[in-house]
């Protein structure tokens, strides 16, 4: 793998401060636990998807002696693993990393990538322990704050978020504005907020930094009841990033709640790897009476259960989806909507707890989410149901 240009290296810096956030950031989990003993020699541990593969043994031996080469690597260990659904390429990536981590001083390009393993895995206060030694270390960089104010959003930590944001105008105005603008829309400000991201100029903005505006400024119109402006932002945004598994998923959201459901299994034909995609083929194939369903519950119930067994918590908002539409178990879906609620706090995990809260009849249980809805003024038209009868 040749060494990058100085050059070569300016010219993609800013393409890569929108391409990481889209990489780790939402929804990628990974596999970290104690090994799983099969019971029996038939039983399925895991379905590839298609390509999947992992790097050369003398690439791999590269990347223990350089630098250079172990940073790229995994980079594309990461990027495999969102696009591909085979969360193994995780823990390729943080194998590369292991030898440069114990560097004195610190790499900070390492712990920033290291970082986005770690928030793939849940451990979002380790993840912003390394970006803060990554920022001692070198205050100007850019992508660490990027990184470091995506985490924060996901905690509902949006004051110390949208101060990460300020810290990136230096290096892009716009990738500033839009990070800050994203928190506002759940921080109270959503009309403002959209409006501003919708006129914010595209010319400066790298393709993966402009599906990451179309991306949230689909969200946003969600939010707001406009889902025919959202359908429109949601595939302008996979035009540009087709891989990006958290978009595809809001958008087959979308086609659920408007009944679609023979569209959102086109969609999500082939990506029925990840967990999240299978909830949503699931939700699909229930309301088609499509016979592919009793696999499908099959695969996921699996997939859920191998996690708890390993102590993972890394699909408990899917858990929950899956334990209160599909599997009609609303106790146990409020439970793992509660786990998630501990470990992360974006909309949709507010969603969930409400519904089930709702569906187990314990409205009591989702006085953490409204609270934290009167904190922030938090808006979706999606909420009201739920806000109106828990509180």
């Known amino acids: 793998m040749p060494e990058p240009s100085a050059q070569a290296a300016s010219r993609t810096h800013r393409g890569r401060l929108a391409c990481l956030i889209l990489l780790g950031i939402r929804g990628m989990a990974a596999v970290h636990a104690n090994p799983y003993v099969p019971a029996r020699d038939d039983e399925v541990l895991a379905h590839l998807p298609p390509g999947a593969a992992h790097t050369s043994l003398p690439i791999r031996q590269q990347a223990g002696a350089r630098l250079d080469v172990a940073l790229p690597l995994a980079q594309f260990y990461i990027s495999q693993a969102r696009a591909t659904g085979d969360l193994r390429f995780l823990g390729y990536a943080e194998a590369v990393l292991m030898r440069w981590r114990g560097q004195t001083p610190p790499n900070p390009d390492v712990l920033v ?59 892009d105005v716009i990738l500033a504005q839009l990070c800050t603008q994203s928190l506002r829309a759940l921080d109270g400000h959503l009309k403002s907020a959209y409006t501003a991201v919708r006129q914010l100029p595209l010319q400066s903005l790298s393709n993966a930094a ?144 409400l519904r089930a809260a709702q569906a187990a009849h314990q409205p009591d249980a989702a006085a953490p989410a409204l609270q934290f809805v009167r904190e922030h003024g938090t808006e979706d038209v999606r909420f009201a149901p739920y806000l109106g009868r828990s509180q």
């Not at 960089?141 to 004051?159: E, I, K, S």
């Not at 119109?221 to 595809?248: C, I, K, M, N, V």
């Not at 369903?293 to 859920?304: C, G, I, K, V, W």
């Open 113 to 171: 990538l290291h970082a986005t393993i770690l928030q793939s895995r849940h451990s979002f206060d380790a993840a912003v322990g390394e970006l803060n030694e990554a920022l001692r270390a070198r205050p100007d960089d850019a992508q660490a704050w990027l990184t470091r104010a995506t985490v924060l959003r996901v905690l509902g930590r949006y004051d110390e978020a949208g101060a990460s944001c300020v810290r990136l105008a230096p290096a």
């Open 210 to 353: 402009r599906a990451w505006r179309y991306s949230e400024l689909g969200e946003m119109a969600q939010s707001l009841g406009d889902d025919s402006a959202a359908a429109h932002w949601f595939l302008e945004a996979l035009q540009l990033a087709p891989d990006d598994a958290y978009t595809r998923a809001a958008y087959a959201d979308l086609l659920l709640g408007e009944g679609r459901a023979a569209e959102t299994l086109k969609l999500l034909d082939g990506r029925e790897s990840m967990e999240p995609m299978l909830l949503r083929i699931a939700l699909a194939q229930q309301r088609l009476n499509d016979p592919g369903l009793t696999q499908s519950r099959q695969m996921l119930a699996s997939a859920f259960a191998v996690e708890e067994q390993r102590g993972e918590a890394v699909h408990r908002r899917e858990q929950a989806r899956f334990l209160l539409d599909v599997a009609k178990l609303a106790s146990a879906a409020l439970s793992a909507a509660q786990d998630d609620w501990r470990v992360q706090r974006e909309p949709a995990d507010l969603l969930i707890l």
